[in-house]
C-alpha cells in the first residue's frame, strides 16, 4: 500500500508517538528497521503517520524500545484500530479542508476540554445565524455553498454533548466576545440566549473574564485543551488567521495548562457567569 498523501492529525500523532518513544529508548530508526524486517523510509513513513501500524507491531516496538506504559501503548493501539467513514466528520472529506476534520477528530475522542475565547463564542457552542455571520463576513468572500458546509459542520460539533457519556468542557471567554455584534443585535441575542441554555447541561461549564478583570492573560487567539485518555496524548490546538496548529511537546502542554489556569482562576464563576450573559443579553 502506498503512503498516505495527507494523514490526518491523528495518524500523525500516532507515528509520532512512536518515535518518541523510540528516541526515548536512543534506538535508530534503522534498528527499529531491523526488527520489523523492513527498510528505514517504511519506518520513517510510520512515524510520520504516511502508512498505517498493526496493534502486533506496536507491541512489539514497545517491547524493543523498553516501553512499561501500558495504558498509553494501549491508547495507541486503539487509535491504530480506528478506519476512516464511521464519524459524521468523515462525510465532510473532500468537501472542505482536512484542519476542520482534524478538530472535529480531536473533540469527538477527547476524555475532557478547556477553551479560551477572547473575541468569538466557542465552535460547538455557535448558533447557525451567528456562525454564518462570521463565515460571510471572510475575506476573500467564500462561495455560497463553502459557507453552508462550514456552517453544517460547526453546528454538527455539538453532537458530542449528545452522546451517553459526553466530555466534560469548561468554555472559558473574555467579556469582549460576548460584547462583539457579529450579525447584528438579533443573531447576538439568540447567541447569548443559547449560551445560557447551554451552560445548564451537566458538563459544560461557562466561565467568563469580566471586563473588571485586572489580570493580563497571555491567550489572544483561540486555544483548546483537550485532554486524551492518557496525559501524553493531550492536544493543544490554538486557532489564529493563518490555520490551526496542534501542539503536543511537553513543554507546550505545561505552558497552556498554567495560562488556562491562570484564566480561569480570574474568571467568575459559571452562575456569575451566567448571569453576566443574561445581563448583556438584556441590553441588546
Known amino acids: 500500500m502506498p503512503p498516505r498523501d495527507n494523514p490526518t492529525a491523528r495518524q500523525q500523532r500516532l507515528g509520532a508517538e512512536l518515535r518518541k518513544m523510540r528516541e526515548s529508548a536512543g534506538k535508530t530508526a534503522r534498528e527499529a528497521a531491523g526488527l520489523l524486517s523492513t527498510d528505514q523510509a517504511k519506518v520513517s513513513h510510520l512515524e510520520a503517520g504516511r502508512i498505517g501500524v498493526s496493534v502486533e507491531r506496536i507491541r512489539r516496538l514497545a517491547t524493543f524500545y523498553q516501553c512499561d506504559n501500558e495504558p498509553l501503548i494501549s491508547a495507541l493501539c486503539a487509535i491504530a484500530l480506528e478506519h476512516r467513514g464511521k464519524h459524521w466528520y468523515d462525510d465532510f472529506r473532500g468537501k472542505l479542508d482536512p484542519a476542520w476534520l482534524n478538530m472535529a477528530e480531536l473533540e469527538h475522542h477527547a476524555v475532557s476540554m478547556r477553551s479560551m475565547q477572547s473575541i468569538t463564542f466557542p465552535g460547538p457552542f455557535q448558533t447557525e445565524n451567528y456562525a454564518r455571520a462570521l463565515f ?18 460547526r453546528l454538527k460539533r455539538f453532537t458530542i454533548f449528545e452522546r451517553e457519556t459526553p466530555p466534560q468542557y469548561t468554555a472559558i471567554i473574555h467579556e469582549a466576545a460576548l460584547r462583539m455584534r457579529f450579525g447584528g443585535r438579533k443573531v447576538v441575542r439568540e447567541q447569548l440566549e443559547y449560551l445560557i441554555e447551554i451552560s445548564k447541561l451537566p458538563t459544560v461549564f461557562i ?38 496548529r496542534f501542539l503536543d511537546a511537553y513543554a507546550d502542554l505545561k505552558k497552556y495548562r498554567v495560562l488556562l489556569d491562570i484564566a480561569e482562576h480570574a474568571s467568575l464563576d459559571p452562575e456569575g457567569s451566567r448571569n453576566l450573559i443574561h445581563h448583556i443579553a438584556r441590553e441588546l
Open 136 to 153: 460571510s463576513g471572510v475575506t476573500p468572500k467564500l462561495p455560497e455553498d463553502e459557507v453552508e458546509a462550514r456552517v453544517e459542520h
Open 207 to 244: 466561565r467568563v473574564i469580566p471586563f473588571t478583570s485586572e489580570d493580563f492573560i497571555e491567550v489572544t487567539q483561540p486555544v483548546l485543551y483537550a485532554s486524551g485518555p492518557v496525559p501524553e496524548l493531550d492536544t493543544v490546538q490554538i486557532d489564529s488567521a493563518f490555520g490551526g
